[in-house]
């Protein structure tokens, strides 16, 4: 089992940033491509961005695109989304996930490993 652990949620003004830390333990996160998904309320949970396992491949949702970095640091067992601008359309819960594939899908079925979640609320 991989367990993961995001934090770094909190109130934002629209317009700041906010840095989202997910920590990995129980197997060899260097093997593990991650993903970032968001689910605001009362709608599906949806894709956000991916980073592959060896860290050089990203991929974005067109709504966070310029907006969001993600990346990793295996010697800390982590992975990180940095987002930029924050818009009050990005408060949602902001989960991070694990998949054993080198270029995961933008489905939730795609990956493996869940975290609990963390609350991003961004006020305009």
């Known amino acids: 089992q991989l367990q993961l652990v995001e934090s770094g949620g909190g109130l934002v003004q629209a317009g700041g940033s906010l840095r989202l830390s997910c920590a990995a333990s129980g197997r060899t996160f260097s093997r593990y491509s991650m993903g970032w998904f968001r689910q605001a309320p009362g709608k599906e949970r ?23 970095t993600i990346s990793r ?3 800390k067992n982590a992975v990180y989304l940095q987002m930029n601008s924050l818009k009050p359309e990005d408060t949602a819960v ?8 080198v270029v995961p899908g933008v489905r939730t079925s795609d990956y493996e490993y869940w975290g609990q979640g963390t609350q991003v609320t961004i006020s305009s």
Request: proline share 0%; charged share 20%; with cysteine.
């Open 46 to 68: 949806e894709f956000v961005g991916r980073i592959s396992w060896i860290g050089t491949g990203t991929y974005y949702a067109d709504s966070v695109k310029g907006r969001a």
């Open 94 to 101: 902001y989960y991070c996930a694990a998949d054993l594939s």
């Open 73 to 75: 640091d295996n010697a």
